[in-house]
């Protein structure tokens, strides 16, 4: 009787095992161009330790400028930031304006350090080395990258196609976590 309830229970649990999520070997990344240029519109949510922000945001990136829009969640400017060759200006709505390099602007407004430099890329799910790449999805694309220290997580494309664009982006590093839904890109 014993032996038929150990069968019994191997069977049944072994019926309600969801099968493994499809992934391609690691070595099959898909190498993806980076655009130079780029507008993309989305939401995010920032958290590090106890501090945390959200609101919507508009990215406009060239290769020598970027200019970012920040908007409360009910859709007020909250502030921009204009980055042209190195030197960035942040303006508040009050027409208070911060001119300093724009990592440390950047940061304040997330309340993180993020390395951005490598931002344009990993909004476009870039890799730089195939040993950074941890997990791909089922046609190749990215779905977790380690660098520079911060994991950065792709759950969710824009489509199937393999060509996609990220739609949503985790970023963490120890306490700091970085959540990007993209809705629009060009």
């Not at 032996?3 to 990344?29: E, K, N, Q, W, Y």
């Not at 602007?105 to 730089?128: H, T």
Request: net charge neutral; proline share 8%.
């Amino acid at each position: 009787m014993r032996s038929i309830l150990v069968v019994l229970a191997l069977v049944l649990g072994a019926g309600c095992a969801s099968p493994p999520a499809l992934m391609r070997p690691v070595d099959s990344v898909l190498f993806r161009p980076v655009a130079a240029h780029f507008d993309v519109a989305g939401r995010l949510a920032a958290r590090n330790g106890d501090a945390a922000v959200s609101g919507r945001f508009t990215w406009q990136h060239g290769p020598r400028s970027d200019r970012w829009d920040f908007f409360s969640p009910l859709g007020q400017v909250v502030a921009r930031l204009s980055n042209a060759d190195g030197t960035a200006t942040l303006t508040l709505p009050d027409g208070t304006q911060y001119v300093e390099p724009v990592a440390p602007l950047l940061s304040r407004m997330l309340g993180m350090e993020v390395p951005v430099s490598a931002l344009p890329r990993w909004l476009q799910a870039g890799v730089v080395a195939r040993e950074d790449v941890r997990e791909v999805d089922a046609v190749g694309r990215p779905r977790r990258i380690v660098e520079q220290g911060w994991q950065i997580r792709y759950p969710g494309y824009a489509s199937d196609d393999p060509d996609a664009l990220p739609r949503i982006i985790e970023l963490s590093r120890g306490d700091a976590h970085l959540k990007l839904i993209l809705d629009a890109w060009q």
